[in-house]
């Protein structure tokens, strides 16, 4: 799962975090994703800063959560959502 954006110093908007999560939760009750599945940040695969400090902080909170795997996943199936922000901040993408 991809969410597009610089989350450096912010977080994406809490709608588009509990987007990520039930996307993860339907995945999994529809047998896309497996109960046991790995949640990681870029940085956790390769020399990058993303997915940013703050959203990096963040997931390393959510269940599932494991630094430094060596497993990589592949993705069966892949749709986009994007979200537009009415405020200042840029838009967002989610992938999965």
Same mark, same amino acid.
Do not use: M
């Given at each position: 799962? /991809?969410?597009?954006?610089?989350?450096? /110093?912010?977080?994406?908007?809490?709608?588009?975090?509990?987007?990520?999560?039930?996307?993860?939760?339907?995945?999994?009750?529809?047998?896309?994703? =497996?109960?046991?599945?790995?949640?990681?940040?870029?940085?956790?695969?390769?020399?990058?800063?993303?997915?940013?400090?703050?959203?990096?902080?963040?997931?390393?909170?959510?269940?599932?959560?494991?630094?430094?795997?060596?497993?990589?996943?592949?993705?069966? =199936?892949?749709?986009?959502?994007?979200?537009?922000?009415?405020?200042?901040?840029?838009?967002?993408?989610?992938?999965?």
């Amino acid at each position: 799962i /991809s969410v597009t954006g610089d989350y450096t /110093s912010i977080l994406p908007r809490a709608a588009l975090l509990e987007l990520v999560k039930s996307i993860i939760k339907c995945g999994v009750a529809q047998g896309y994703i =497996r109960s046991d599945y790995i949640l990681r940040g870029h940085r956790d695969l390769d020399s990058t800063a993303c997915p940013g400090n703050a959203f990096y902080a963040e997931i390393q909170q959510w269940p599932n959560y494991q630094p430094n795997s060596t497993t990589r996943s592949v993705d069966r =199936r892949s749709f986009t959502v994007v979200e537009d922000f009415q405020d200042d901040a840029p838009p967002a993408s989610f992938q999965i």
